[in-house]
Nanobody, 125 residues
Framework: QAQLVESGGGSVQSGGSLRLSCAASGYTVSKRCMGWFRQAPGKEREGVAGIASDGNTVYVDSVKGRFTITRDNANDAIYLQMNSLKPEDTAMYYC???????????????????WGQGTQVTVSS
């Protein structure tokens, strides 16, 4: 059964760093658009970063210059390096994959069909 499994979340102080990982089994990461989303309590799910099969990337303005999305095609995995973390980055972070042929990179949740279970990131001030 195809699935996405996130890891790497945790609790850090403001200014710290975390690296999230997403292992994709049953998906060929190199042929799909992949993305990271987050959802804080009481807020809507927000697209954080997306990466296309050609390596093009897109970021929400609030994380530009701090977060970096990368892809490891050999291991069917994607990563989100998060630096200079702020309390407002606190959320559950989800990995997602689009169907083949989707237009991307994209921060639109509607374009993604497969989702992981999420990993919690908590940033304290």
């Amino acid at each position: 059964q195809a699935q996405l499994v996130e890891s790497g979340g945790g609790s850090v102080q403001s200014g710290g760093s975390l690296r999230l990982s997403c292992a994709a089994s049953g998906y060929t990461v190199s042929k799909r658009c992949m993305g990271w989303f987050r959802q804080a309590p009481g807020k809507e799910r927000e697209g954080v970063a997306g990466i296309a099969s050609d390596g093009n990337t897109v970021y929400v303005d609030s994380v530009k210059g701090r977060f970096t999305i990368t892809r490891d095609n050999a291991n069917d995995a994607i990563y989100l390096q998060m630096n200079s973390l702020k309390p407002e980055d606190t959320a559950m972070y989800y990995c997602a994959a689009t169907p083949l042929g989707a237009i991307c990179p994209s921060l639109s949740a509607g374009r993604y069909r497969a989702w992981g279970q999420g990993t919690q990131v908590t940033v304290s001030s």
